[in-house]
């Protein structure tokens, strides 16, 4: 069983920015993709951005041109949150999927709060 662990969460203010990072126990055999999603309280869970093998991206209209996901092999994945706002504030959850299953870490707290 693979596990995905968050790290880098945390409070910033305003403007401010964080990098989130994902540790996969164990390299993903037929990984497809990986990526982040977040959650905030009352709300369903919504995509941030993913990360495709061949490095194709896809963000969501909220953060485009302000996060940016990487990737540096089949176990990590990070995102780099720049010019964070308020309703950033969200429970952070990693992800990552093979044709027939998907993983999820348990998720990382970031709260933009001056």
């Known amino acids: 069983q693979v596990q995905l662990v968050e790290s880098g969460g945390g409070l910033v203010q305003p403007g401010g920015s964080l990098r989130l990072s994902c540790a996969a126990s164990r390299s993903i055999f037929n990984i497809n993709a990986m990526g982040w999603y977040r959650q905030a309280p009352g709300k369903e869970r919504e995509l941030v951005a993913i990360?495709?093998?061949?490095?194709?991206t896809n963000y969501a209209d909220a953060v485009r041109g302000r996060f940016t996901i990487s990737r540096d092999n089949a176990k990590n994945v990070y995102l780099q949150m720049n010019s964070l706002k308020p309703e950033d504030t969200s429970v952070y959850y990693c992800?990552?999927?093979?044709?027939?299953?998907?993983?999820w870490g348990q998720g990382t707290q970031v709260t933009v709060s001056s």
């Open positions: 992800w990552a999927a093979t044709i027939s299953t998907s993983y």
């Open positions: 990360i495709r093998n061949g490095g194709i």
